[in-house]
């Protein structure tokens, strides 16, 4: 077969495979279709299928196929990273600055201590660390990566729940928001390349005069304009960051970042955010799969990504829990928002993927943060369907 016809093969796998399941196997309750379209990356990676049928997964994902794949994937998770930043609404954070930061500070805080404790357990216990990481680096970055919520998929889950438009809904945006940049902020400073600081100091300066000018113009252009101006700034920031040895990811955050939601429609920006979805990141699951490695062992695997969903979610729940206190929250609301910020999906993946590219991780620790990824969005809807039916009055609290 033609190096093409092994490319439909794969791309028939990918978008076949998922949605049979997930649709036959009415799933969507405890496993939404992003869900599955992981798992099935995963399963259809070098350590289970490639394991289980080695000479057919060779025939199919030879070099130039998996080359062809990377092509797509990181178009498409560029163009979802900058949505995400788009989404950020930093006027309703500052607005309910105190309760937002006690909130978004205790909930990111909790998760990230015990998970860089873990993070030191795995440097003591050796096999996990990256081959061009620094100890603190590597501790930083498994701290940082059980912290993770994921904005874009938490969108989708409270909406598909119906209270994304509600004022708890909003709330969780805000905690979300705000958790996101430290997490893109902390990445930015664990990747920081010494060697290369004058060209990050330049690719900073030139972001930041670039971006106020990007904002007076996008002020004068119609909407339809704004659409293409924003993808040519998608690009050159993405560029820039990957350039001055950050991550093509961190430029496409911050991309998103400086630009308004306001000067698009609404329906539009949800649109783009839902054919990006559907279109192109079941790509980048299938090429995320091909990453995941099982090199320490699959129980081993298993467990310490067993561990570090432990200390994920529950220190999501500790965090969640002290700000209640402080805030003096009512029974019942800190478990739910707690279980609500527990969603890593996406964005824990694309945090992992650029450890893994720029070595702080291996790829026995990618697989275990995947893994602890799958988990904590699944457990999302089960565990916050039936507390959201029995404190409906929550979803109208605004903070």
Not at 337 to 351: A, D, N, R, S, Y
């Amino acid at each position: 077969m033609t190096t093409v016809e092994l490319f439909l093969v794969a791309m028939l796998v990918v978008f076949s495979l998922p949605y049979l399941v997930w649709r036959l196997g009415r799933t969507d309750y405890w496993a939404p279709l992003v869900v599955v379209q992981i798992v099935a990356g995963i399963l259809l990676g070098p350590g289970v299928l490639g394991a289980a049928i080695p000479e057919w997964h060779a025939a199919v994902f030879t070099p130039a196929v998996i080359q062809a794949l990377n092509g797509v994937a990181w178009w498409a998770v560029m163009l979802f990273v900058f949505i995400a930043g788009i989404e950020l609404d930093l006027s309703q954070t500052w607005r309910h600055r105190r309760e937002t930061a006690v909130t978004a500070g205790l909930a990111m805080a909790s998760p990230l201590l015990l998970g860089a404790a873990v993070g030191y357990g795995m440097l003591v216990l050796g096999g996990w660390k990256g081959s061009q990481a620094m100890d603190w680096q590597f501790v930083a970055g498994i701290g940082m990566a059980c912290s993770v919520t994921a904005l874009p998929i938490l969108v989708l889950l409270m909406d598909k729940m119906g209270f994304l438009r509600q004022p708890l809904g909003q709330r969780i945006l805000r905690y979300a928001s705000l958790d996101d940049i430290a997490i893109w902020a902390v990445l930015a400073v664990i990747l920081m390349d010494w060697q290369r600081i004058g060209r990050q100091a330049i690719f900073l300066v030139l972001y930041a005069a670039c971006g106020w000018l990007l904002r007076r113009l996008m002020e004068r252009l119609p909407e339809r304009d704004r659409w293409f101006v924003a993808l040519i700034w998608l690009i050159i920031c993405a560029l820039g960051a990957d350039w001055c040895g950050l991550h093509f990811m961190i430029g496409a955050f911050l991309a998103g970042a400086v630009i308004d939601a306001r000067w698009f429609n609404t329906e539009r920006l949800d649109q783009l955010r839902d054919n990006v979805l559907l279109v192109l990141m079941p790509v980048f699951f299938l090429s995320t799969g091909l990453r995941t490695q099982w090199d320490l062992g699959g129980w081993t695997v298993l467990l310490m990504g067993l561990a570090l969903l432990v200390v994920a979610v529950g220190g999501k729940l500790v965090g969640v829990g002290l700000a209640a206190r402080v805030l003096g929250w009512q029974r019942g609301e800190a478990s739910l928002v707690g279980w609500l910020l527990q969603t890593k999906g996406l964005i824990e993946i694309i945090f992992a993927s650029v450890l893994l590219d720029k070595g702080v991780i291996n790829q026995a620790t990618f697989t275990a943060l995947l893994l602890m990824a799958v988990g904590s969005t699944m457990l999302t809807v089960p565990l916050v369907t039936p507390r959201v039916a029995q404190l409906k009055g929550l979803l109208r609290k605004a903070g």
